[in-house]
């Protein structure tokens, strides 16, 4: 029977990340896992006999270029068996289906079903790529689960066949991430072997960016080119973001201080030293912050919102993940579920900041709110269009306002008393010279709500010292 070349359409997915890419919290094998599902799905989109429709982190949609119905099977064998071999066997499960555009459906149904198929082999398959037999009398020291069997070097931990490919193929992918956006003239760049390395005796911020409605959007291509167009406006503004962050990134010497733990499809979760925060942040927005799509019938601002977790260098990266996936899922309560009515404004931000403490018990939003009452998470949530002025309060706010009234005034508002006459008493000790700019800037960030006063003190040590 033949068929139009236009009919099939495949859909591949790694799927299991827990065990293929988050299963320890060493950085360079979650770098290299991540990098090297990117670059299966990368390489898979070059046989000729597949046209990418669209393309993410550890998935991909393509239309199968065919002339019988036949040679569909053979081409998902071939791709089964690639994903099958090496490095991938070692720690990485995938699922691929196939299905034929059937008459008048839109490439959001087709999709759709592809992506039911997909789900319903990963129920029906292992969740876990099991080693190959090998004699170990210790479990892998980064993992905890695999046989020991590789030397890594500099490290007195033996490592499983996972963690070591991982580690070993993903050290020239990260570097093939950042080439795009560096001169041709530029040297070969390096990169921080360790967060310790990378926070250079200063905390950390992870940050974890997320398109706003993204799979929305996507409901409204009902027809293929739609679907490759708004895929493709996705990239560009990724890489354009990641460039501008990269090309202003400090560097300790010849190495940029700068981790991608994940960058694909609608998410980019980015290490940066803590100081660099909101500066990354404004340059990822900037970059972002005016682009739009249009389908056949609509058109759509495309935002994004953000969640940040400051820390020091040495929690579990596993655990600060989870933290910053939560933030990002606040920063986007307050959004609707109509991304054509988007604006700049609903490109969001919430944070938090651990600097001082290890580990939360409950849920984010709860700890926030328990932590910081009479504050809301609401106080620490807020639009990219609030950070400039923000930053700028609160450094006017760290040069004038003496620090120690920030903790009295702390206090007091947990325990439910009264600030007004310290707040006065406090502004006394100020210069005449900059009460009036230092009013100001308390003025904005408090608006009507005093509760606001634990934000300033939360800040504080975060804002840096130079304007962004």
Avoid at 4 to 33: K, P
Avoid at 291 to 298: A, G, L, M, R
Avoid at 404 to 414: F, G, P, S, T, V
């Amino acid at each position: 029977m033949n068929s139009s070349s236009s009919e099939w359409y495949l859909r591949i997915e790694a799927v299991n990340l827990d065990h293929s890419v988050y299963d320890t919290n060493d950085i360079s094998t979650i770098r290299g896992g991540s990098s090297l599902l990117l670059d299966a799905v990368q390489k898979i989109a070059e046989k000729p006999e597949l046209k990418r429709v669209s393309v993410g982190a550890s998935t991909g949609l393509f239309e199968v270029e065919v002339k019988t119905d036949a040679e569909i099977t053979s081409i998902e064998t071939q791709i089964r068996k690639y994903l099958q071999g090496e490095p991938y066997r070692h720690f990485a499960t995938f699922v691929i289906t196939t299905s034929k555009r059937e008459r008048g459906e839109s490439i959001v149904d087709v999709n759709n079903r592809l992506m039911s198929e997909c789900s319903l082999q990963q129920y029906q398959t292992p969740s876990f790529a099991f080693p190959a037999y090998e004699k170990s009398a210790e479990e892998c020291g980064f993992g905890g689960t695999r046989p020991a069997v590789c030397d890594i070097g500099g490290k007195e931990r033996k490592a499983s066949h996972a963690v070591y490919v991982r580690r070993e193929k993903g050290k020239a992918l990260r570097k093939e991430l950042y080439m795009p956006c560096l001169d041709k003239e530029s040297p070969d760049i390096e990169l921080p072997d360790h967060l310790e390395e990378l926070a250079q005796n200063d905390n950390i911020a992870v940050i974890h960016f997320d398109g706003n409605r993204f799979g929305k959007i996507r409901d409204q291509c009902k027809i293929k080119e739609d679907y490759e167009r708004f895929d493709n406006a996705i990239q560009g503004i990724q890489k354009q973001a990641i460039c501008q962050i990269v090309k202003h990134t400090p560097e300790i010497g010849n190495k940029i201080r700068l981790e991608t733990l994940l960058w694909g499809g609608d998410e980019i979760e980015l290490v940066v030293p803590a100081h660099q925060a909101w500066a990354t942040l404004k340059r990822f927005f900037d970059a972002t912050g005016t682009e739009t799509f249009q389908t056949e019938e609509k058109e759509f601002t495309l935002t994004w919102s953000a969640g940040v977790v400051f820390c020091r260098h040495n929690l579990p990266i596993l655990q600060v993940r989870r933290y910053v996936e939560q933030l990002c899922s606040i920063a986007k309560q307050r959004l609707s579920d109509k991304p054509d009515e988007f604006s700049s404004g609903d490109n969001r931000i919430a944070y938090l900041n651990m600097s001082s403490f290890d580990l939360i018990e409950r849920d984010v939003e709860s700890f926030i709110a328990s932590y910081h009452a009479p504050a809301t998470v609401r106080d620490f949530n807020f639009t990219i269009n609030e950070i400039d002025q923000l930053h700028t309060d609160m450094l006017t706010i760290t040069r004038s306002f003496p620090k120690n009234k920030i903790y009295e005034i702390a206090e007091l508002l947990q325990s439910g008393t009264s600030i007004d006459s310290l707040e006065e008493r406090a502004l006394q000790m100020v210069d005449s010279a900059t009460k009036q700019p230092l009013e100001e800037a308390i003025s904005r960030i408090l608006g009507e709500r005093k509760e606001r006063w634990l934000l300033i003190g939360d800040l504080w040590n975060l804002i840096g010292a130079q304007a962004l």
